[in-house]
């Protein structure tokens, strides 16, 4: 097993451009979420999806939408990127049922915006 | 609100000497408690979780925490400290409000020193 698959490891985007980050996992996950790290700050949950077909909103999800294309694959893009996006990208993905509720983590995508 | 706070932004300790990093929490109901690890250029690993139970919860690569209700603290600790420990830690609490998020801690540096 993969695991939690990220595409791409590393971006430079110019502002204003638009761009969308890959993530796929193979654990027959229902739930997946995407979150931001910043320095200093730990990570923020942009957006996560309980199960395929919704979406909700994290704790910072202006300037970027979702889409949860099937079980697999959770795609975050961003339509006009803003230096303020500058950070690094993290996709999970958890097993509801799983008590613990475990999350397990790609490897993340580099994004720089100038 | 659930919120999770990690006091102390880097961690100092020689190699062999018992470590901890600390963090304490914030929640309305009975806490679900994580620690996650991440070293440089990876995603974050989980280490252990507290759900319900005995106090002292061991996990991965030797590390234990310590559920402590009076003090809202779920410290991680470690007896002997390796410098193959250098890592980010993060605490992470789980927030059963408005639908099934991880809260994150700022995450706390660990250096170990040969």
């Known amino acids: 097993n993969a695991g939690v698959t990220q595409t791409p490891k590393f971006q430079v985007l110019k502002t204003g451009q638009s761009m969308t980050l890959q993530c796929a996992q193979d654990m027959n996950h229902n739930s997946m979420y995407w979150y931001r790290q910043d320095p200093g700050m730990g990570l923020r949950l942009i957006y996560y999806s309980a199960s395929e077909g919704t979406t909700d909103k994290g704790e910072v999800p202006n300037g970027y939408n979702v889409s949860r294309l099937n079980k697999r694959e959770f795609s975050l893009r961003l339509e006009s990127a803003a230096p303020s996006q500058t950070s690094v990208y993290f996709c999970?993905?958890?097993?509801?049922?799983?008590?613990?509720?475990?999350?397990?983590f790609g490897p993340g995508t580099r994004l720089l915006v100038l | 609100a659930q919120s999770v706070a990690q006091p102390e932004d880097q961690v100092n300790v020689a190699e062999g000497n018992p470590l901890t990093v600390k963090c304490t929490y914030s929640v309305s109901g009975n806490p679900y408690l994580f620690w996650y690890v991440q070293y440089p250029n990876r995603g974050l690993q989980f280490l252990l979780k507290y759900i319900t139970g005995d106090n002292l919860v061991k996990g991965s690569y030797g590390f234990e925490a310590e559920f402590n209700k009076s003090q809202t603290s779920f410290h991680l600790k470690k007896p002997s400290a390796l410098v193959s420990d250098s890592a980010l830690y993060f605490c992470a609490v789980r927030d059963y409000t408005g639908g099934f998020k991880t809260i994150f801690g700022a995450g706390t540096r660990l250096f170990v020193k040969a």
């Open positions: 999970a993905s958890s097993a509801p049922g799983d008590v613990q509720e475990t999350q397990y």
